[in-house]
């Protein structure tokens, strides 16, 4: 089995999660626009906007330290199940970043928290998508 074949599914489950960040700016847009239209927002309490931004901050940190962690003692025999391990836990502290936008649009009534966090969730994931020439030149 070819890097390339291997890496097809991780790669079925980061387009995935990829997409769901994208339609978390849509959900919020949807939501702020047409379910509470008028409606005011009851903004969140100063802190909690600054913590909520702090922890998209703290996992954009997070998921290139927790993919290296993960991977640093890998053997060759568990090189690839290690490397998706470490993929799917990076991909998901990014996901999370996203799903933080979303919630703080909804809190403050303002979508550029969406907008803004999703985006960096996006360009996080497309910097880190699996590659086959991170699996080195092991079997192919």
């Known amino acids: 089995m070819t890097h390339e074949e291997k890496l ?5 489950f980061a387009t995935a999660l990829a997409f769901v960040a994208a ?3 849509a ?17 969140m309490a100063p802190p909690w ?8 901050a703290a996992a954009l940190v997070a ?9 640093g003692d890998a053997t060759a ?3 690839f199940a290690t490397y998706r ?5 990076g991909f998901v502290l990014r996901a999370l970043v996203a799903a933080n936008g979303f919630l703080l649009a909804l ?26 020439s991170d699996l080195g030149e092991g079997e192919r």
């Open 107 to 132: 809190g403050t009534g303002r979508i550029a928290w969406s907008f803004a966090l999703s985006t960096a969730a996006l360009i996080a994931m497309a910097l880190a998508w699996p590659r086959a």
């Open 23 to 25: 339609l978390l700016v």
């Open 27 to 43: 959900a919020a847009w949807v939501v702020l626009r047409f379910v509470l239209g008028d409606a005011s927002v009851q903004a």
């Open 85 to 89: 391990r470490a993929k799917v836990v």
């Open 63 to 71: 998921a290139p330290l927790a993919e290296r962690r993960l991977m």
């Open 49 to 56: 906007p600054g913590l909520f931004a702090g922890a998209a």
């Open 8 to 12: 097809s599914p991780l790669q079925t």
């Open 77 to 79: 025999p568990a090189a």
